[in-house]
């Protein structure tokens, strides 16, 4: 049982280059989520998924895009990348909508756009 | 909207120093209060939580306890290691109607030996 996967784990990237960021479960979660983490701040949800085939925005969706054919995997595609999108993000999952229900964290990928 | 609130880091201990990290939010209704912690390099995981008025959540030595009359879920501990030295966040998340988790900005500790 690996929990949440994501790669890679560091990325330095060029203005203007498109990137990927992959993200997987083997928890059979329904609910998935992307956040961003900027230097010494919280974190700020970019995307999440309640379900394959269903995805919503959260507080910092522009320049970003998702989609979720599976219920494993979560990918986060990044277009025309800025220097704002400079972070690291990270990618967790959680099981059904009930109270308390706790997030599993992957490890992060650290992006850098230059 | 919905806010969680921490005391700005960082803090630094003495090792076998007692812990208070504070945390207060806003919030309607009843929600779920938890803190996560991160370790160098890594990603957030659960230390503890709590699910309703008065329930103390407790791991590895750390406490919490949900005061609703407080709207806080203060973090502490009794004897800090070196090993403990990480950052913390404090998050809630409602038992419906939403999907999604509010997080605090996190307080960084650093245990000294």
């Known amino acids: 049982n690996a929990g949440v996967t994501q790669t890679p784990k560091f990325r330095i990237l060029k203005i203007g280059q498109s990137m990927t960021l992959q993200c997987a479960q083997d928890?059979?979660?329904?609910?998935m989520y992307w956040y961003r983490q900027d230097p010494g701040m919280g974190l700020k949800l970019i995307y999440y998924?309640?379900?394959?085939?269903?995805?919503d925005k959260g507080e910092v969706p522009n320049g970003y895009n998702v989609s979720r054919s599976t219920t494993e995997d979560f990918p986060l595609r990044l277009e025309l990348a800025a220097p704002s999108q400079t972070s690291v993000y990270f990618c967790?999952?959680?099981?059904?909508?009930?109270?308390?229900?706790?997030?599993?964290f992957g490890p992060g990928t650290r992006l850098l756009v230059l | 909207g919905d806010s969680v609130t921490q005391m700005e880091g960082p803090v630094t201990l003495s090792e076998e120093a007692f812990l208070t990290i504070n945390c207060t939010y806003t919030?309607?209704?009843?929600?779920?209060l938890f803190w996560y912690v991160q370790y160098p390099g890594e990603g957030l995981q659960l230390l503890l939580k709590?699910?309703?008025?008065?329930d103390k959540g407790s791991n590895k030595g750390f406490e919490a306890t949900y005061r609703k009359e407080t709207t806080s879920f203060h973090l502490e501990k009794g004897s800090v290691q070196v090993s403990d030295s990480a950052v913390y966040f404090c998050?809630?998340?409602?038992?419906?109607?939403?999907?999604?988790?509010?997080f605090g900005t996190g307080t960084r500790l650093k245990v000294l030996a």
């Open positions: 967790a999952s959680s099981g059904e909508r009930t109270g308390g229900e706790t997030q599993y």
């Open positions: 928890m059979n979660h329904n609910y």
């Open positions: 998924s309640v379900g394959a085939g269903i995805t």
């Open positions: 919030a309607t209704g009843y929600p779920s």
């Open positions: 709590a699910t309703k008025a008065d």
């Open positions: 998050a809630l998340t409602h038992t419906s109607g939403t999907y999604k988790y509010i």
